[in-house]
């Protein structure tokens, strides 16, 4: 039955409640629902509204329903319009008519807005423990490729050589600011709306303080219109969520592009990847392409969520029943894609060799421009003094790298003998030491920090 059905003599057209109800998704607050149900229980007791006896019964009957839906066993029925509704029913057939005294001095308008602020504080540490994951996989695949030279890429072109591991590690910190966003969503989720009503406040001497305090959240409140409206916290979960699904789909085009046999500097294991119905020979990197098109669905999800807060009156309208879909689904996607990328890192196989072969001595032009700087060239002037060289070595059928001294020489008097050693990878990627550089000793620092990183956030998003 519905709560309003007072005010009514017509029942609901059946397509109109199938619209209206929310009971098909909502379902999964209901340890929410029931939790700021046994903390309104005790704060109607506090006020004089219950006796000590109604409390108890109450707090029992709301109890064996926590034990159901933990087994299980709760049933829904299709009069039950939301999750608020199928535990009133369900507390009326256990306890009598005394379940009806539980909703006194509150509306489901400051009902649901509390339950999806539980919901996403009890989910966030699930997401952080996720993506902490997806971090160690990251760090443990830097400790393991350490040395491994790669060619690094501007706009998809060999740009300069760095280690497989700061490559590895240029992953790691998006997911760690990811995961600094989620904590720091917290603070903003973790405020009571709770004994607002459905907008101007309860009449009920309520200590909403304790009330807060009870549920685990940092405070109520200030404002009851302003509570039971919120929903900055969905939008910013949502929002967080996207950005992490464009870091995963920034890692996955790259391992797509990786794992191609135009670059093979990777394989993924048969367990992380798919064949095709028709090519036999076909190895797809099916996670990674996932990965990608999920960002996709994440940022949909965000931009459907803020269209629909866009131009909404004051207090409570039924626009906000589409708040829950949004955040629910970027959960859900973000914990079914996470483990498997994480698992695909770890078994992932490095073809080094493949990446050496890739290692183009014009990639070393910069240290070229560098070695000319040494020697009192200013860097504009050595800049073209060196594209000059490159010019001219492509006009010669020639590697920059496989000009002789002569040649050198007509660009600038100043190059000598040990000009070769500027084109080595090696000595290329240890001349850039300083922090957050790609020499072996920076990257030994940067994996400190990420460890340190690790074990700083091991008291994760709680």
Not at 82 to 109: C, F, M, Q, W, Y
Not at 349 to 363: E, G, H, K, N
Request: proline share 4%; glycine share 8%; charged share 20%.
């Amino acid at each position: 039955m519905p709560l309003w059905k007072g005010r009514f003599e017509k029942e609901s057209d059946p397509q109109m409640w199938a619209l209206n109800a929310s009971i098909h998704f909502d379902q999964r607050m209901a340890e929410q629902d029931l939790r700021g149900s046994l903390a309104w229980a005790a704060a109607l007791e506090s006020a004089g509204i219950l006796s000590s006896d109604e409390h108890g019964r109450i707090s029992a009957g709301l109890s064996d329903i926590l034990a159901e839906y933990q087994a299980g066993q709760l049933q829904f029925e299709a009069g039950d319009e939301d999750i608020h509704t199928a535990v009133e029913r369900r507390l009326g057939e256990l306890i009598g008519p005394l379940a009806g005294k539980l909703h006194t001095g509150r509306s489901r308008n400051d009902q649901v807005a509390t339950d999806f602020r539980l919901w996403i504080l009890d989910h966030l540490p699930r997401l952080d423990a996720a993506l902490e994951g997806l971090q160690a996989s990251l760090l443990a695949r830097a400790e393991t490729d350490l040395g491994i030279i790669m060619p690094g890429y501007t706009h998809l072109q060999r740009a300069q050589p760095v280690l497989l591991s700061h490559w590895w590690l240029s992953h790691f910190w998006p997911v760690q600011r990811d995961r600094q966003r989620l904590d720091q969503l917290k603070a903003r989720v973790a405020v009571l709306p709770l004994g607002c009503g459905a907008l101007a406040g309860t009449p009920l001497d309520i200590d909403r303080a304790v009330l807060a305090e009870s549920l685990g959240f940092s405070s109520a409140a200030p404002n009851s219109i302003d509570a039971v409206s919120d929903r900055d916290f969905a939008a910013e979960f949502n929002f967080a969520a996207a950005l992490v699904g464009v870091h995963l789909s920034k890692l996955a085009e790259n391992l797509v592009i990786f794992t191609s046999a135009e670059f093979g500097f990777f394989e993924l294991d048969d367990a992380y990847s798919t064949g095709s119905s028709l090519m036999p020979q076909k190895k797809n990197p099916d996670p990674f392409e996932l990965a990608r098109g999920k960002a996709g669905s994440l940022i949909g999800y965000l931009a459907g969520l803020l269209a629909t807060l866009k131009g909404l009156p004051s207090a409570y309208d039924k626009d906000l029943q589409e708040d829950k879909v949004p955040v629910f689904s970027a959960f859900d996607i973000l914990m079914s894609i996470l483990p498997v990328i994480s698992q695909a890192l770890d078994h992932l196989t490095v073809y080094d060799q493949r990446m050496q072969a890739s290692l183009d001595p014009a990639m070393m032009a910069t240290d070229l421009a560098d070695y000319l700087v040494e020697r009192g060239v200013p860097f504009r002037e050595a800049h073209a003094l060196v594209g000059e060289t490159v010019r001219y070595a492509l006009a010669q059928g020639k590697s920059i790298a496989d000009l002789d001294l002569g040649e050198y020489k007509k660009f600038h008097s100043s190059i000598g003998e040990d000009v070769q050693t500027v084109f080595d990878p090696g000595t290329s990627v240890n001349r850039r030491s300083a922090v957050g550089g790609t020499a072996l000793q920076a990257v030994k620092q940067q994996m400190v920090q990420a460890k340190q990183a690790l074990a700083h956030a091991e008291d994760p998003v709680s």
